[in-house]
């Protein structure tokens, strides 16, 4: 998992950077499709460094499958 590549992705879907060190705020990540889930949305904050992995309690099983949907949605939303 790619921290910057995520990062861009998201740019591109939202165009939104509004939050610390020009990352996509939670509102935009979920306009991008509704398969979005809060699961995939801690993931974003872990892989941002906004938390630690034991302060998030709803991460999904697998986080590189997040991840991969998280690419994919963010594709789709710029096509």
Same mark, same amino acid.
């Given at each position: 998992?790619?921290?910057d590549?995520?990062? @861009?992705?998201?740019?591109?879907?939202?165009?939104?950077?509004?939050?610390?060190?020009? %990352?996509?705020?939670?509102?935009?990540?979920?306009?991008?499709?509704?398969?979005?889930?809060?699961?995939? %949305?801690?993931n974003? &904050?872990?892989? @941002?460094?906004?938390?630690?992995?034991?302060?998030?309690?709803?991460?999904?099983?697998? @986080?590189?499958?997040?991840?991969?949907?998280?690419?994919? &949605?963010?594709?789709?939303?710029?096509?």
């Amino acid at each position: 998992m790619n921290k910057d590549n995520l990062k @861009r992705y998201l740019l591109n879907a939202t165009s939104c950077k509004i939050q610390h060190d020009g %990352w996509t705020c939670g509102t935009c990540f979920f306009a991008i499709s509704s398969k979005l889930k809060k699961t995939d %949305w801690q993931n974003v &904050l872990l892989i @941002r460094g906004d938390y630690k992995k034991e302060d998030l309690n709803n991460l999904p099983k697998d @986080r590189v499958k997040s991840y991969n949907k998280i690419i994919r &949605l963010c594709e789709v939303q710029t096509k």
